[in-house]
Structures are given as structure tokens and as C-alpha cells.
């Protein structure tokens, strides 16, 4: 089975909460991790990555924070809004000298946002 | 992502039709990648090249051929396309020696 996996399939929050959507890694290889936002009729689209020498990293309204420990990475939207609902995908990688190509993505988590 | 492009966007064939997907990008990326997506399976990736002399199987190869006709374009063939191969397929490419791969809008093909 896949090495990447996700804690929840759905969520539901409310226009203007804060969303948070978890994913559990099982290579303690990987070094690389992405989230992914896929609107419905869209290829995915980059959100934010992480390197395993940091634990946090913040971009515009997203952060993501990663576990090593626990091999669990969360994405956290700030102020949800419509806009966000989408499927949201984490991947991940693992270096094998600079050349690996391969990202494993998990399976999605359904983010819907109630106005 | 208007720079990776994927034509058609739809297509529906018939049992034993041999079928090419095609993908454009004006990123100026050596890496290219063909990946499909099924509900429930996540992306599973079916080929993928690191320039226009490179070719390499994904973990689902097996009924796909592909053809880096240029260092922007991959194009996807489905030889004798069967039913089971319906799903969205997704066009990808990276920078040589980085990791984060920008996907194109997807084609989806249903196999009748």
C-alpha cells in the first residue's frame, strides 16, 4: 500500500475558521513533502512545501507543519473561505542523490467550507 | 497552470481504439511525467522522462506507451484502450534537480 495517507477523507468547516488536514507518512526516508489543492475540473496545484530540516513553514494563510517523530505532516488554513473547497492532496519524496524523480501522493482529503 | 497544456480535454473511444493524449509546456523544464487518477487511488504515475532521450516506466505502465518528441512535449498513446482505463489523466513537469511537479488542467477519457 501507499507509504502516504491521510487521517480524515472529508472535512467541513465554516467560512472563517481555521482548517487543519493531517497526513501520515510511514518512510522515514522521505525528505521532501508538498501539499497539493485540486479544484473540481483542475489538475492539482502546488500550495506549499517542506523540507525534513524544518518543522514549520508558512506561506500566505497556509502553514505547514511537519512530525518527524510521529511521521505526520498537517496543512493549516487560516480564515477559510469558500474559494478553499477543493480536495487537497499531500505527496512526498524521498533523495536518493539529487536524481529521484518520484513523488507518492496520498489519497485526498475533501475540504468543504459552509458559508 | 496555463505553461503545462493537455489536448484533448475530453475524449470519449471505444474498446480497442488506439488513443494519444498530448501535453505541452512552456515552463522550460527537462522533467515531464504522466500520471492518471482514479477515485479513491490517488495519483498513480504511468511514465515519466528526465529529458528527450530518457524514458522510464511508472508502477502502472502496462497497457501506456509515451513519446518526448521535444524537451516540451510528452505525449501519452493508449495503444488498444480498454475499459478499465477511464480515469483523468494529468501531464506533469519539474526543473531538473527539484522536486515540486506542476500539473496541466487533465483529460478525461472514457473507454466505452
Known amino acids: 500500500g501507499e507509504s502516504v495517507g491521510l487521517h480524515l477523507p472529508t472535512l467541513s468547516v465554516q467560512e472563517g475558521d481555521n482548517s487543519i488536514i493531517n ?3 510511514s518512510n522515514s526516508a522521505s525528505d521532501y513533502f508538498i501539499w497539493y489543492k485540486q479544484e473540481s475540473g483542475k489538475g492539482p496545484q502546488f500550495i506549499i512545501d ?3 530540516n524544518m518543522d514549520k513553514r ?3 494563510r497556509v502553514t505547514v507543519l511537519l512530525n518527524k517523530t510521529v511521521k505526520h505532516l498537517s496543512l493549516q488554513i487560516a480564515a477559510t473561505q469558500p474559494g478553499d473547497s477543493a480536495v487537497y492532496f499531500c505527496a512526498e519524496n524521498i533523495d536518493s542523490g539529487g536524481s529521484n524523480y518520484k513523488l507518492t501522493f496520498g489519497k485526498g482529503t475533501l475540504l468543504t467550507v459552509n458559508p | 497552470d496555463a505553461d503545462v497544456t493537455q489536448t484533448p480535454r475530453n475524449r470519449i473511444t471505444k474498446t480497442g481504439k488506439r488513443i494519444m493524449l498530448e501535453c505541452s509546456q512552456t515552463k522550460g523544464h527537462d522533467r515531464m511525467y504522466w500520471y492518471r487518477q482514479d477515485p479513491g487511488l490517488g495519483l498513480r504515475l504511468i511514465y515519466y522522462s528526465f529529458d528527450v532521450k530518457d524514458i522510464n516506466k511508472g508502477e502502472i505502465s502496462d497497457g501506456y506507451s509515451v513519446s518526448r518528441q521535444a524537451q516540451a512535449k510528452f505525449s501519452l ?4 484502450a480498454i475499459p478499465n482505463q477511464t480515469a483523468l489523466y494529468f501531464c506533469a513537469t519539474s526543473a531538473q534537480k527539484t522536486d ?3 500539473f496541466g488542467p487533465g483529460t478525461r477519457l472514457t473507454v466505452l
Request: glycine share 6%; hydrophobic share 20%; charged share 10%.
Open chain 1, 23 to 25: 497526513c501520515a507518512y
Open chain 1, 50 to 52: 517542506i523540507r525534513s
Open chain 1, 58 to 60: 508558512q506561506g500566505q
Open chain 2, 77 to 80: 498513446s493508449l495503444e488498444s
Open chain 2, 100 to 102: 515540486t511537479q506542476y
